[in-house]
């Protein structure tokens, strides 16, 4: 694919792409594509395709280093910021709460965000608390103000908000996102944009995962596995209740 344009291609797929440099170098304009998937090291590559009219990315490394993590981040930033306008973004990569931000920040339209590939511990240092709009002024957390006057900078128009954990709580492991998770559901009604879906999925072989919005008995399911006592059989990936 390097050195060429690929005028009619509206959908690409890459993984596990062998030589990466060539294109990396050379380049690839893909003018038409709005949807693309890339699967592989490193993350670098993607910076060799122009893909100005990409809508969606999905985008999965190879790697559980988040200091690689944090660089695939950057890549990826920059890749779709400026004038692209990103609206979907499935992705599995191992990075710092700080550079999720920084990398989210820049892609101010996006609707739908999945997070894949997760553990219960992945994420420290106020990600999360990133995604909770704040009124006007701090005396307003208690007063009704009208919808949209809350604002956030991460991620103000997502509708979509999904959460794959690869895995659930060992004994030793602690989840104390619970109280966070819930304050995102409840602070994103007030804004222009708010959620339409928020689902959680606990393990790779969960088949359906737990929406947090839709289903009211569902989203009750979901809030009493995130503040009771889980933990996961070593042998046997199944949740259970404490």
């Known amino acids: 694919m390097a050195g060429r344009t690929f005028h009619a ?23 038409t594509c709005e ?18 009219m990409v809508t969606c990315l999905s985008v999965r490394g190879q790697g559980y ?16 910021s400026g004038g692209h306008a990103l609206r979907s ?30 553990l219960p511990t992945s994420f420290h240092g106020g990600f999360f608390e990133g995604f909770i709009p704040e009124p006007p002024h701090e005396d307003d957390w208690n007063t009704a103000l009208a919808v949209g006057k809350w604002h ?18 060992r004994p030793t492991e602690e989840f104390g ?16 944009e708010s959620l339409e879906r928020f689902h959680i999925r606990f393990t790779n072989d969960q088949k ?5 919005i839709r289903d009211s008995s569902t989203s009750l399911k979901a809030f009493e596995l995130m503040a009771s006592s889980i933990c996961v059989k070593q042998t046997k990936p199944t949740i259970q209740l404490g």
């Open 9 to 31: 291609l509206k959908s690409c797929t890459i993984i596990l792409p062998i030589h990466h440099h060539s294109v990396h170098t050379l380049g690839t304009l893909l003018p």
């Open 35 to 52: 949807d693309l998937s890339f699967e592989g090291q490193p993350l670098e590559a993607l910076e060799g395709f122009s893909v100005n």
């Open 65 to 80: 280093n988040r200091k690689h993590g944090n660089k695939d981040l950057v890549s990826i930033s920059k890749h779709c």
């Open 89 to 118: 973004l499935q992705i599995g990569v191992t990075a710092s709460s700080q550079a999720w931000i920084e990398a989210l920040a820049s892609m101010p339209f996006l609707e739908e965000l999945l997070l894949t590939n997760l």
């Open 152 to 169: 956030t900078t991460l991620c103000p128009s997502l509708k979509v908000f999904g959460l794959s954990f690869t895995r659930w709580l």
């Open 177 to 192: 996102l619970a109280p966070t998770i819930m304050a995102i559901k409840w602070s994103r009604t007030w804004l222009t």
């Open 208 to 212: 359906e995962p737990l929406e947090l």
